[in-house]
């Protein structure tokens, strides 16, 4: 018998065509990205859902959380996986918040399309049925959330977007994909050693987390203003292994003593330092004065995780615990 996977569309480039102005639009619904594939009655038993009708742009934190409650409900009704198809350009936050809120085996698959359906060569349908081989694969089972793209498999806490337009775009810095797709085979080359969830935070909680790179010559002077905007939580993207200008020290430990300030690199990708510089503004300066170290997780990233912890209402010392986790 073939699997029952739940494709549950969200818009995107992969359902843009044209509409009565200029440029594409999300228009196609999740039954019409299905129905346009037919090899993928052959692999699973498919039932789509259109959840959203948008540019990835503008899905929010609340959406990400409604679209996790939705997949597992999907799956506790009998789907032995989930796809969910969405613009790419935020494919990466999406996989990671599924990553987070939707807990056991069965496999949540993002995908999308960087050509949307009216070029030539569009990656869509490409895309959208490696990604129902992959969620109704037993061997995908346990690995949490997932992105398929260009017939590779990546993680959800390692993949980023690192270009603009090419197919080839989703990278995992350091790691590299988890596997690949070779004539509707998954081949999968390592698994995660662990998997880490929360519970999902009530839909009405609406506290935010900014997020600051910081680049050369920077003064620190948008520091007093995510006070003033009310943020409950920052993200400071920092220099290399975890370095701000020290004239900014100041400033962040004075918000460290009032909300949850995390420390990430910029670069994107390895862990943050933790005992290497002892310099005003490095790393062991910084989490000695009370900032929360990152661990190998990006600012992107970073920021989701807090948010969903404070919308959770958790304390300082479980956020702490819950961003030492990642380390492994």
Do not use: C
Not at 69 to 93: F, L, M
Not at 230 to 240: N, R, S
Request: proline residues 6%; without cysteine.
């Amino acid at each position: 018998m073939r699997p029952k996977v739940a494709v549950l569309s969200l818009g995107g480039t992969i359902s843009s065509v044209r509409g009565s102005g200029p440029g594409v639009v999300p228009r196609l619904t999740g039954r019409e990205l299905v129905e346009s594939v037919p090899q993928i009655a052959e692999v699973a038993e498919v039932e789509a859902e259109s959840l959203r009708q948008m540019p990835s742009s503008d899905l929010t934190i609340e959406d990400l959380v409604g679209v996790a409650g939705e997949a597992r409900r999907r799956i506790a009704g009998g789907a032995a996986g989930v796809v969910i198809t969405q613009g790419t350009d935020s494919i990466e936050e999406t996989a990671f918040a599924m990553d987070l809120l939707v807990e056991g085996d069965a496999p949540v698959v993002i995908t999308g399309a960087m050509r949307n359906p009216t070029l030539p060569g569009a990656d869509g349908p490409a895309n959208l049925l490696g990604a129902v081989h992959v969620a109704a694969s037993d061997a995908a089972r346990g690995l949490g959330a997932l992105v398929v793209m260009n017939d590779e498999i990546h993680a959800a806490r390692f993949v980023r977007k690192t270009h603009t337009q090419s197919p080839a775009t989703f990278r995992s810095p350091v790691v590299g994909p988890l596997g690949w797709l070779s004539e509707g085979v998954v081949r999968l080359a390592w698994r995660i050693p662990a998997r880490h969830t929360v519970e999902p935070p009530p839909l009405d909680a609406g506290q935010q987390v900014a997020l600051l790179k910081l680049a050369v010559g920077d003064d620190g002077r948008l520091l007093p203003a995510v006070r003033e905007a009310g943020y409950a939580g920052l993200v400071i993207e920092a220099f290399g292994g975890g370095h701000v200008p020290s004239r900014m020290v100041g400033e962040l430990q004075r918000l460290a003593a009032e909300m949850p300030v995390v420390l990430t690199s910029r670069t994107g990708s390895g862990d943050v330092l933790r005992n290497t510089y002892g310099f005003s503004g490095s790393e062991m300066d910084l989490l000695s004065r009370g900032l929360i170290w990152g661990g190998v997780l990006d600012g992107l990233k970073a920021r989701l995780l807090l948010t969903i912890l404070l919308r959770r209402g958790e304390g300082r010392e479980e956020i702490e615990a819950a961003f030492g986790e990642w380390y492994i």
